[in-house]
């Protein structure tokens, strides 16, 4: 199994912001969000798929600090062994860091997408 793609809300905003919102397809394939960044985003292009927690208990406890996109995102993760979390905001990167997860950022993502030719 590939690595698997989890943007946080944040990234999403940008990249529509500019029109470029293909540069995630383009670059990464598959990309999965949680219901809350679904939910905080509003209409996703048919390519994301949205899933669901398995287990709450870090989303609940990530709460108390971030935004519910942030710690749906980060306890998602977690729940992925090879996964590569999207996620800009400094304090939820921060908690991503301190879980052990790979995470990039949207200027990452533009660079990375740039590296392979898109």
């Known amino acids: 199994m590939s690595q698997v793609i989890i943007s946080d809300t944040s ?3 940008l990249l529509e912001k500019i029109g470029r919102m293909d540069l995630l397809k383009a670059t990464f394939g598959e ?9 905080e985003y509003g209409n996703l292009p048919a390519w994301i798929e949205v899933k669901s927690l398995k287990d709450r208990g870090l989303f609940n406890e ?8 942030e710690a749906s995102s980060i306890a998602f993760a977690t729940e992925i062994e090879d996964s590569l979390l999207i996620i800009d905001e400094r304090k ?3 908690k991503a860091e301190e879980l052990g997860l790979s995470i ?3 200027l990452g993502v533009l660079l990375k997408a740039k590296q392979v030719g898109v």
Request: overall charge negative; hydrophobic content about 40%; aromatic content about 0%.
């Open 11 to 13: 990234c999403l905003i």
């Open 62 to 69: 990530l709460r108390s600090e971030l935004g519910s996109g």
């Open 104 to 106: 990039i950022g949207s």
């Open 92 to 94: 939820g990167r921060k």
């Open 31 to 39: 990309v999965v969000v949680t219901e809350e960044v679904a939910e």
